[in-house]
């Protein structure tokens, strides 16, 4: 039984990495390339879809209740929310199982989120963007390609992900 609380443990620990906020972006983010599309249900039930902020910088954030520094980012994922106006918006999309849907919710009342939540019980974005880890974020710029990677914690403050935004609201 000890070795296969360790083994978890293990593989909780890879999954949930909560790399420093000076983390590098991952050479291998397909960085510049058009998203696929991600759609389903927030975490109250209504449809949403990533092609519903076409126009707008998505800061794409794929994280799971039971990740340590993915609760620790959520105070600075809603005032990234709040700090760069209407063409900006963080999308949060839970990769929790349909089970702890109730504890995600827990979430974003304590945490006061108001940014939208998906809630991707299927784990449909783990696929999609190619996660080996949580949290990992993306900025996405207005016509929907990647610009920029974060494997690991947004930090408060955290200048890299502030250029990239800044960046991406700038560019045309």
């Known amino acids: 039984m000890t070795r296969l609380a360790m083994s978890l443990g293990l593989v909780l620990l890879g999954a949930c990495q909560g790399k420093g906020g000076a983390g590098k972006a991952d050479a291998a983010a397909s960085v510049s390339q058009a998203v696929p599309e991600l759609s389903g249900k927030t975490t ?12 707008k910088v998505v800061l794409l954030n794929v994280w799971a209740s039971w990740c340590k520094p993915c609760r620790q980012e959520l105070p600075e994922l809603r005032t990234l929310h709040h700090a760069y106006g209407d063409d900006f918006v963080v999308l949060g999309v839970s990769v929790d199982k349909p089970a702890a849907l109730r504890t995600v919710q827990g979430l974003m009342r304590e945490f006061e989120i108001d940014y939208p939540v998906l809630f991707d019980a299927d784990g449909v974005s783990v696929g999609i963007f190619n996660i080996t880890g949580y949290p990992t974020s993306f900025v996405l710029g ?6 920029w990677r974060r494997n690991g914690i947004i930090m408060p403050h955290d200048s890299a992900a502030d250029a990239e935004i800044k960046a991406a609201l700038a560019a045309s």
């Open 44 to 55: 109250d039930g209504k449809p949403i879809a990533l092609a519903d902020y076409r126009g």
């Open 142 to 147: 207005r016509d929907g390609a990647v610009r």
